[in-house]
């Protein structure tokens, strides 16, 4: 027989294979395993963070069924024309060659008692920690006369991907004069400045088009919004005219809409054959989480600010717009930031690693019009039994056109930031 | 402060010897910094208005950082940053990115 240089190596790999097997140092210590349902800000972050910083001693497994995630942040400048699809939308490759194990199918449900994931194709996957991060569902119960059916006449687009450029299509197919409608959502909801930076996308749209007859209307079940001053201020330097906004006590309260012929009716005012409807309904957390029973009654799971561990199961972290995350927002910057204290804490936990109390921070750009972007934040801790702000800030009426432009370089640098965060 | 001026602290920093502030802790650096590079690529790239801050020297980040904590610079999102760490945070913080590489 010739033996090869190829199959010595080959067998002499095979002995060492049998040596490892027959030890039982080795035997007794097979890696702890850490799940994480969720390819999103908070997903994706935690499974790059567990996966890097214990440098091959955990394994990491990311339950996310899409090969493409397209980011819900950023995704009004799509929307606007200042960004293009391809631009918000990502692979998981890298996450993958830095040593997380990507499985591309449903989390359908969490058996806490066995602790497992049951995955869509049936098969279990045990785990020592388990990190739920689905972000939000939608309520479809909760706009009268709007159901799921419903979502390809009145889109959301809250979820981002085919709702995106479904709504984008439809609000480059209004005509000059035409009326959009949008039924922004009651709290707690996905990005709170996000329905108003998306109607300063519409009303940018319209304008560049010459459309300067058309309107926006928006319906808000609050009396008050996130940057509330500063949007208004910007709407009416930018779209004189073009946005009405109208809270419970102006517009009487959201009556129904009808998707058959575009219609939304108020106590006060019939919308009828509106060239688009944009509803954003009611949100709680993704069904998974509610399934396992990790929420409480608000429909949000409750977590120990410390360390973002479910207040309900100690093998579980609940991270981004899932859970009840205090002072913060439901954003995406903030999914990142939660991601990264339990990536911490869980090391902590399964590999003595040390740890540090946790810090959380977050900051929302919004993009009023070219060159003017408006910025809230804060940076917050574990406080009281919840997550309090130590610091905020939010932008100011009459600032500078410089400030504003440095604003949006600012936004411009933070996504390039949050993107290589997450997918490496 | 604009870029010459940034470039000649640089420089100032350097033949100081950048190393001679409070030696800082950088593990606890490095669980900080996760909450800097949110915005701040770790690689060194800049991306818009995000500046680089790898590879500074100690005594610059730390006066950098104290400036913003301070309210003498401009720029609310690192005021608010800046107002939640002590003097060991932004002493392990600048340890911490010293030790990064900046992008070629």
Redesign the interface.
Known sequence: MIVSRRSLLRSGSAAAGVFALGAPAILGQAKQRVVVIGGGPGGATAARYLAKDSEGKLDVVLVEPKKQFTTCFHSNLYVGDFKKFEEITHGYEKIAAQGVRMNHQMANSIDRDKKEVVLADGSRLSYDRLVVSPGIDLKYDSVPGWGREHEETMPHAWQAGDQTKLLKAKLDAVPDGGVIVMIAPPNPYRCPPGPYERVSMMAHVLKAKGRKNAKIVVIDPKEAFSKQGVFQEGWEKHYPGMIEWMGPKTHDGLKSVDPKTNTVETGFETYKNAALVNVIPAQMAGKIARDAQLVNQSGFCPILPESMKSALDPNIYVLGDACIAGDMPKSGFSANSQAKVAAMMIRGELLGARTFPARYTNTCWSLIETDDVIKVGGAYEAKDGAIKASSTFVSQAKESAELRKQNTQENIGWYAGIVADMFG | MRGGGRLSLFAFALLAGGQSARAGDI??GE??S??C???????G??????PAIVGWPADQFVAVMNSYKNRERD???M???A??LSADDIAALAAYFGSLKPAK
């Not at chain 2, 590079?37 to 690689?43: F, I, P, R």
């Not at chain 2, 790239?45 to 995000?50: D, P």
């Open positions: 593990a606890l669980y900080l996760s909450a590079v949110t915005c701040h690529q770790k690689s790239q800049v991306t818009g208005g995000v720029n609310e999102v005021r608010t940053q107002a939640s």
